[in-house]
């Protein structure tokens, strides 16, 4: 089964803390976020999904990757 996945890649800060509320509010986990390698929108995504889902690294070869699935 392949997840679905949202990209953020160009996206400055502010507007990546929108577009991940607004992603977890239209779909249902799993899904893949991809934040490349940048620390802070890693930081974003998990202060913006908060305590509701369980939130991994892809692999430890791609860090660049998280995968939420439901608590």
């Given at each position: 089964?392949?997840?679905k996945e949202l990209d953020l890649h160009g996206l400055n800060h502010t507007w990546a803390?929108?577009?991940?509320?607004?992603w977890s509010k239209e779909n249902h986990p799993p899904y893949k976020i991809i934040t490349g390698n940048?620390?802070?929108m890693q930081k974003i995504v998990k202060e913006q999904l908060g305590q509701k889902y369980i939130i991994n690294y892809e692999s430890y070869?791609?860090?660049g990757a998280l995968i939420v699935t439901a608590r």
């Open positions: 089964m392949k997840l803390k929108k577009v991940v509320v607004s940048s620390s802070e070869h791609n860090l």
